[in-house]
């Protein structure tokens, strides 16, 4: 099975970096999924590691060490509009196709002037 | 272009009822998925399809059944709905043995 944690909320400031952790602790893995969802909406894809580092993408970023099993999401520049869930996943392969995603609970992201 | 795409998305209705909930993706990938989130926007996976057979089947009622005619739909069908019930559920697809997943915008339930 899967176990995986993350913070519940965090504040920041607009303009400001913040760092979402996610920790877990898997039967199995082949990859880490970071995804956003803002209120009443769906969720939707930020980023993916399966290798160890970091994967930079705009304001985005991610890192994963899966010896830690850890990973955290970065988000530089604040803006209002990034106040949303965001939803740690952990990826198993599955045999007949497809993947199995296991989300954490979502860390809720409030950005303040 | 809508690429999952999912009706209705507002479904409100009394218990004991039974609902069903359509999904369609126009992505060509081979594997859909149906997942619950719940009120602490909890979201679980309840059932998966590649090329129409199931491959996940989570600790669900079995008064919920899937039906994929073709792999480009996956129906949800929910029998003798319960308060429980009640709950946002998002379809998703993905290539198969890919990695990202697609979410439709999600069908929010309100049993009474």
């Known amino acids: 099975g899967q176990n995986i944690d993350q913070p519940t909320e965090m504040t920041a400031t607009e303009g400001a970096i913040v760092q979402i952790n996610c920790t877990y602790q898997t039967s199995g893995f082949n990859g880490l999924f970071w995804y956003q969802q803002h209120a009443g909406e769906a969720p939707t894809f930020l980023s993916y590691?399966?290798?160890?580092g970091l994967e930079e993408k705009g304001r985005f970023s991610s890192f994963l060490s899966r010896s830690k099993g850890y990973s955290y999401l970065l988000l530089k520049e604040l803006q209002m509009k990034d106040s949303a869930s965001y939803l740690c996943?952990?990826?198993?392969?599955?045999?007949?196709?497809?993947?199995?995603?296991?989300f954490g609970t979502g860390t809720q992201l409030k950005v303040e002037l | 272009d809508t690429a999952v795409s999912q009706t209705p998305k507002y479904l409100v209705t009394q218990m004991g009822n039974d609902k069903s909930i359509k999904c369609e993706q126009n992505?060509?990938?081979?594997?859909m998925y149906w997942y619950k989130q719940d009120s602490k926007k909890f979201l679980k996976i309840m059932f998966s399809?590649?090329?129409?057979?199931?491959?996940i089947n989570e600790t669900v009622p079995n008064r919920f059944s899937p039906k994929s005619p073709d792999k480009a739909h996956l129906n949800l069908h929910i029998n003798s709905l319960e308060l429980g019930d009640s709950a946002v559920y998002f379809c998703a697809s993905s290539q198969e043995r890919g990695d990202t997943q697609y979410f439709g915008p999600g069908t929010r339930l309100t049993v009474l």
């Open positions: 399809y590649n090329n129409k057979e199931l491959i």
């Open positions: 996943a952990v990826s198993d392969i599955l045999t007949g196709g497809g993947n199995k995603l296991t």
């Open positions: 590691n399966v290798l160890d």
């Open positions: 992505l060509g990938h081979d594997t």
